[in-house]
């Protein structure tokens, strides 16, 4: 029963910020970014890697209607550990940039066997593991994209 009350009291407090929220935006796609560290002396080779094979694979995904668009970022990394190459994919909602999806799924492993003339996913897997030698993986984050409402 204390669980109860203490679940009610907590939506109770919530509530009234997420609806003053709504009143100021109204929700739009979800990027979902990817962070990468592009490993020292391997910048021209990692972008050549990318130019050649994610390109491509996003250009055919958006043709598709997989995603929305793509776009990829530079910056000079802070610290060791920061950043230095970013890719965000951008899909119509969260369910398509979080949720899996079968269908969606055998569309991806289409396309990928396309652009990389391979039918087997783990001879692809292996074709495609080079890129890990050129840089490190540091995470990906999902945003919302919103619309801001005009004031009245």
């Known amino acids: 029963m204390k669980t109860l009350i203490r679940v009610l009291a907590c939506l109770a407090l919530c509530a009234p910020f997420a609806t003053f929220a709504q009143e100021h935006y109204s929700e739009g796609p979800v990027w979902d970014m990817s962070f990468y560290r592009i490993n020292e002396g391997k910048f021209d080779q990692y972008m050549e890697y990318v130019r050649t094979n994610s390109r491509q694979v996003y250009e055919e995904a958006k043709k598709q209607g997989l995603i929305l668009d793509y776009k990829m970022y530079l910056k000079n990394p802070t610290s060791p550990d920061d950043w230095d190459f970013a890719v965000g994919v951008l899909y119509p909602n969260a369910a398509k940039a979080l949720d899996f999806n079968p269908a969606d799924d055998d569309k991806w492993n289409?396309?990928?066997?396309?652009?990389?003339?391979e039918q087997d996913v783990k001879k692809r897997n292996e074709m495609s593991a080079v890129r890990y030698e050129m840089r490190r993986f540091l995470g990906n984050m999902p945003i919302r994209e919103i619309k801001l409402k005009p004031i009245d």
């Open 110 to 117: 289409a396309i990928s066997a396309k652009i990389w003339n």
